[in-house]
């Protein structure tokens, strides 16, 4: 087991970062859409397990993967153009759900859950990545950062649980990761030679990658435990899937990119 979550998470650190580090900018859109296409996949799953009695046709969710598309291409390329043909989709989505021979309705608000969970966080990913290749790469090490110390540390000395959705963190380990995490983050804005950041700034959005990154982790936790399933797919070999990986990196993403765009750069 210990040598199949090595590999697997080998394979995804190298994807994760052929998408952040190469120049093309299809390269990080296209990871993207990946990773929008696993996600929205396994959360459709999830919301099938947990409303067990109510209709989920699959017609839905191939139409929200497509509108997921539309989604990223329009916050990627800050082209608001886009958001006409989205609203009309949508809505003619909705009139699909209502009139459809069996109730889609719960679906249809499932689906519009999936593009804010997953397809906005994901296009904000490629703005990020955009305007300047350090800002992603930063975000997505200093929640690996917490996560694994916070693991270690909780392992070590954890006795006291963080919360009842997830038992097995603790607030040691939380404490833990958010005190290394920030220390990481001082050795990296030294050595960072990004203009218009600070230590302040790279400070900030570690803050936001520790808070934002733990509430999306216990979200993704209670819709498991709704669900009643230990991992949301089975993506990577020993770490679950698609969610599982990126649940906290959705919740930080939004605000990290509100906090870059009107306060570090242009608008």
Not at 186 to 213: H, N, P, Q, R, T
Request: with cysteine.
């Amino acid at each position: 087991m210990f040598f199949t979550r090595l590999g697997s998470a080998i394979v995804f650190a190298a994807i994760m970062m052929l998408g952040l580090l190469l120049d093309n900018p299809l390269a990080i859109f296209f990871l993207a859409l990946f990773i929008q296409f696993l996600a929205i996949g396994e959360f459709f799953k999830l919301m099938h397990l947990i409303f067990r009695d109510q209709y989920f046709p699959k017609w839905m969710e191939i139409m929200f993967q497509l509108v997921g598309v539309l989604v990223v291409a329009a916050l990627s390329i800050m082209d608001y153009l886009l958001l006409f043909p989205i609203i009309i989709l949508v809505f003619v989505l909705l009139l699909a759900a209502v009139l459809s021979k069996k109730n889609a309705l719960l679906a249809f608000f499932c689906g519009t859950v999936a593009l804010i969970y997953v397809s906005v966080p994901l296009g904000f990913l490629v703005v990020l990545r955009n305007i300047h290749m350090a800002i992603p790469l930063a975000l997505v090490l200093m929640i690996w950062m917490n996560d694994t110390m916070a693991y270690i540390i909780g392992s070590f000395i954890g006795k006291h649980s963080f919360s009842p959705i997830s038992p097995k963190k603790t607030w040691e380990g939380t404490i833990g990761g958010v005190v290394l995490t920030l220390t990481g983050t001082i050795i990296w804005s030294y050595f960072s030679k990004l203009e218009d950041f600070d230590i302040y700034d790279w400070m900030i959005l570690a803050l936001i990658a520790v808070c934002a990154g733990t509430a999306g982790d216990l979200f993704e936790s209670k819709l498991k435990r709704m669900a009643n399933v230990k991992d949301s797919g089975k993506l990577m070999p020993g770490h679950g899937g698609a969610l599982d990986r990126f649940d906290s990196l959705l919740i930080a993403l939004p605000f990290a990119f509100c906090y870059v765009y009107y306060f570090l750069t242009e608008a």
